[in-house]
């Protein structure tokens, strides 16, 4: 790297209730230390993923008590959820931030972030083209959420999820449905064929029949029109096309043991797939595992964060899933990052190309705008004049 001072890249501890990620792990701040950025770490940031900050002083970061430093001297921050509104004005004028920053929730901190100069990015507005795939931080987490959604499932069900001959008699398998067939829902169902499940999956989306069959799972077959959107994203439905979803699908939830959901739309509250009274026609014992549940749900009876009992039906809410799984979490997430990172970097100095589909997508404020059209539509602010938006990028 050639800058005379070299880029700083602070890492922050993690403040959110549940929150066990770490933004940085010791192997990936090593390899940047080693290509000339210098790397300062909260202390104790990588304790609740099993990363020691001896761990990071052996990779050869500083690893700082004081959070106020790391905030007030880092030219970029890495975080897993974005900086407190509190906190914007201790970070640098034109700092860069790269988190999970939510323009639907967290209007107020973006409009703080814009006021104080810092170009914020946000990994959920990256563009999913095949080019950012190292970086999609969104596909990484989702796949964890589907993988250990199944295990959580298979923990609670009193039942075997292989087909079992004992000399006591024979075990069916369990019979598990997934709806919404996209990166978690994949995972899901890759998961439960491993564990020896009969698995079932919808998704509105009919590329997904492919790759369900693929993962030797069946494709459920209802006769009701496609919901392509954007993107390879869903498109948002009618209450009329739910309705009808509901109705087909009520003796499918009813016939399985296990049903995860993971059906959502981006920015919008998720679709509600199973009502209380198909939680009800479930047999006792059965478990929902509600993946949407951080956006409205997919089910009724779901409450965010908790696991409830209707009928002798489990329905697990719980939220921030990656968390429970943190050391590869943060693993996979310090690589999307990084890989973003060095997209903004060029002869070891921040370079920000706004021609480039990906910084420009996932780019929410800069210059003292928020310059980012999809963020602007979520928060509900009108659309920036393009000739304000060029200013800002030049
Ligand atoms: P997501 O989390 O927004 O949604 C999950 C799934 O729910 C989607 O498959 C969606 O079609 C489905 N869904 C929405 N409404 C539904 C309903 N009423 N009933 C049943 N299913 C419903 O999406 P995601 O998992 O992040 O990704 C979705 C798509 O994006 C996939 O096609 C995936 O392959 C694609 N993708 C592409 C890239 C890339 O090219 N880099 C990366 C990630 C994802």
Redesign the pocket.
């Known amino acids: 790297m050639s800058a005379i001072h070299p880029l700083k890249i602070g890492v922050l501890a993690e403040t959110l209730q549940g929150e066990r990620r770490v933004a940085l792990v010791p192997d990936i701040a090593a390899k940047l230390v080693k290509v000339g950025f210098q790397v300062i770490v909260q202390a104790g940031a990588g304790e609740s993923a099993s990363f020691t900050d001896d761990a990071y002083r052996e990779a050869g970061v500083v690893v700082e008590v004081d959070p106020r430093i790391v905030l007030s001297t880092a030219d970029v921050v890495l975080s897993v959820q974005p900086p407190h509104v509190e906190d914007v004005a201790q970070l640098q004028i034109r700092a860069v931030t790269i988190s999970f920053l939510q323009p639907t929730t967290q209007a107020a901190l973006i409009e703080a972030l814009a006021a104080h100069g810092v170009t914020a990015f946000s990994l959920d507005l990256l ?4 080019r ?2 190292s970086m ?1 931080a ?2 990484s987490q ?1 796949s964890l959420a589907g993988y250990k959604a199944v295990l959580m499932a298979a923990n609670r069900l009193g039942k075997f999820f292989p087909m079992l001959m004992t000399s006591a008699g024979t075990i069916p398998p369990a019979r598990v449905l997934v ?8 995972q899901a169902i890759a998961t439960a064929r491993r564990l020896g499940a009969v698995v079932e999956a ?4 009919p ?2 029949q492919e ?1 369900v069959e693929s993962l030797g799972a069946r494709f459920l077959q209802l006769a009701l029109e496609t ?1 392509d959107g954007e ?4 498109r948002e ?1 009618s209450e009329e ?2 309705n009808k ?1 509901r109705e087909m699908l009520a003796e499918h939830v009813a016939a399985n043991d296990v049903v995860i959901t ?5 920015g919008r509250k ?2 509600l ?1 199973i009502t209380a009274s198909m939680v009800k026609a479930m047999r006792r014992g059965s478990v929902i595992v509600d993946l949407a549940s951080e956006s409205g749900g997919n089910c009724a009876a779901t409450l965010p964060g908790k696991v409830v009992e209707v009928d002798g039906v489990f329905v697990d809410g719980t939220t921030n899933i990656p968390s429970t799984m943190a050391l590869h979490a943060s693993q996979l997430y310090a690589r999307n990052v990084t890989n973003l990172l060095l997209l903004l970097v060029s002869n070891g100095e921040l370079k920000l190309d706004f021609g480039d589909e990906i910084i420009r997508g996932c780019c929410v404020t800069h210059a003292g705008q928020i310059i980012n059209e999809k963020a602007r539509q979520m928060m509900g602010i009108p659309a920036a004049q393009e000739a304000v938006r060029e200013e800002a990028r030049s």
């Open positions: 563009p999913r083209t095949s950012a795939q999609d969104l596909s989702s709806l919404g067939a996209g990166v978690a829902g994949l919808y998704d509105v989306r590329a997904a790759e919901q993107g390879g994203y869903a439905q096309f739910l979803q993971t059906a959502s739309i981006p998720a679709p797939l």
